[in-house]
């Protein structure tokens, strides 16, 4: 039998496994408790509007068919919500499988990529994975983006720049102005990857969607968006993208399994926006929690960064994995980040106020041992 060295990509083995955590389940089993908050994926505690539970509940005759590989109903949806045409717009199974369909479909060996950091680690992964070479653009102290440095870089050519605006994990984003200079100062040989999938979280900040200013790109572009975090449909897995033309979009769903977003995540997504009430009083609830959890941990003396996302990055001033480690035996799930430099931080997803109450309980007896 070969070596797995010699059967595997080289690229494969430097990529570390994805931290996906424990779920509620496990933890419960583990510890031997009953209360537990996961505050560790940045999923919507409030859930899918009950329409699209009851509409799935009643979603089973065709299920021993085929999904429809166009998601026909879903994608006119989309494109009436966001004024944008039908033909540039691709499903996937979550924005993250669009991450990984982009970057098949475009770096080759050797490749500059440009992404903001700390990031989204999968923006890093799958740009290795293809032999493509990662170009770390810091956040300042303050954790927030560096501008005059982002649009410097932006300036030459690269392969493609992919970031989040808000960022996970810092929370930071770019405002209007500060995206419009980004823009304009874009190369036009570089393909812009915008990861908003955070978007509606930021809506009411001092944040605008890259689709308001796509005028601006001198090159190709494609805009991430994701039913997992506001719309909480994480566990069903759908997300979309919109290219700047049909021919990249057409170019895309030559990489993509033709089958790849299942029924039952279609029917939901669509029912999902149907019901946008829903979710945008969620999102408010979110965003009242957010502000004051960040409020109670400043004045317990952590550095927080500035978020629009539905979570906070908290400097703990130590081996976040430890502190984690110590959350996660009083029932509190949370992450700690490992990348170079931030392996201090966490990151806290907004739970219920229940939740997040247990995690400011927790942390303090945490603090005390």
């Known amino acids: 039998m070969a070596p797995l060295e010699k059967i595997l990509r080289p690229e494969l083995m430097e990529i570390p496994p994805y931290n996906t955590g424990l779920g509620l389940n496990e933890v419960r089993s583990r510890y031997g408790i009953t209360a537990v908050a996961k505050l560790s994926s940045n999923e919507n505690p409030s859930g899918p509007a009950p329409q699209v539970l009851e509409c799935l509940s009643q979603a089973n005759s065709e299920l021993y068919l085929y999904p429809n590989s166009e998601a026909l109903p879903l994608r006119k949806a989309i494109a009436q ?54 170009e770390r653009l810091v956040i300042n102290d303050n954790l927030q983006i560096d501008l005059a440095k982002l649009v410097e870089r932006a300036a030459q050519p690269a392969k493609l720049l992919i970031f989040s605006n808000p960022m996970n994990p810092s929370g930071s984003w770019l405002n209007p102005e500060q995206l419009r200079k980004l823009f ?159 392996d201090t931080f966490l990151r806290v997803s907004i739970g219920t106020p229940a939740e997040n109450e247990k995690f400011l309980v927790d942390l303090a007896q945490v603090e005390a041992s």
């Open 81 to 134: 919500r966001l004024d944008v045409p039908e033909k540039q717009i691709i499903f996937g199974n979550g924005s993250e499988e669009l991450i990984s369909i982009i970057c098949r479909s475009t770096i080759n060996s050797g490749d500059r990529v440009i992404t903001l950091f700390p990031s989204f680690p999968l923006h890093e992964d799958y740009t290795k994975l293809m032999g493509g070479s990662v």
């Open 184 to 342: 304009e100062a874009m190369h036009p040989e570089t393909l812009l990857v915008l990861d908003e999938a955070y978007h509606e979280y930021a809506v009411h900040g001092d944040y605008t969607s890259g689709l308001e200013l796509t005028e601006r790109i001198k090159g190709h572009w494609i805009l991430l968006r994701t039913f997992s975090k506001s719309w909480g449909l994480a566990g069903l897995r759908i997300g979309f993208g919109v290219c700047s033309s049909t021919e990249l979009r057409q170019a895309l769903d030559r990489t993509r399994t033709p089958f790849n977003i299942n029924s039952l995540a279609q029917i939901a997504a669509k029912v999902a926006l149907d019901h946008e009430d829903y979710m945008l009083h969620s999102v408010q609830q979110t965003i009242l929690q957010r502000e004051h959890l960040a409020k109670e941990l400043r004045s317990r003396g952590y550095q927080v960064g500035e978020s629009l996302g539905n979570f906070l990055f908290i400097n703990a001033n130590r081996s976040s994995a430890k502190f984690a480690e110590e959350l996660l035996k009083l029932g509190t799930i949370v992450k700690p980040w490992p990348q170079p430099g931030y």
